[in-house]
Nanobody, 115 residues
Framework: QVRLVESGGGLVQAGGSLRLSCVAS????????MAWFRQTPGKEREFVSR????????GYSDSVKGRFTISRDNAKNTVSLQMDVLKPEDTAVYYC????????WGQGTQVTVST
């Protein structure tokens, strides 16, 4: 089975930074474009960022463009999200998944940005 394990979340003040990591197993990791999503209570999960299988192409939602940077290390089956200049509206549980297959979600990692 595919397993997705997110980590790196925490509590930071507005303007601070966090780096999230997602370790995937049970799949040929390099074959999949990966993405980060986030969700707050009562809202649908929303797209945050994506990266191609090779890591050569990336994309971001308008709300995080210029502040977040996605990367991956296929040798470690890991996709990361560097989050800078965090805002309170970034507060959410962050999840990783593939863009195509959309496997079962992991537990996510909580990011809380205080004012």
């Amino acid at each position: 089975q595919v397993r997705l394990v997110e980590s790196g979340g925490g509590l930071v003040q507005a303007g601070g930074s966090l780096r999230l990591s997602c370790v995937a197993s049970g799949l040929t990791f390099r074959s999949y474009a990966m993405a980060w999503f986030r969700q707050t209570p009562g809202k649908e999960r929303e797209f945050v960022s994506r990266i191609s299988g090779s890591g050569g192409i990336s994309g971001y939602s308008d709300s995080v463009k210029g502040r977040f940077t996605i990367s991956r290390d296929n040798a470690k089956n890991t996709v990361s999200l560097q989050m800078d200049v965090l805002k309170p509206e970034d507060t959410a549980v962050y999840y990783c998944n593939t863009l195509s297959e959309m496997f079962d979600w992991g537990q996510g990692t909580q990011v809380t940005v205080s004012t």
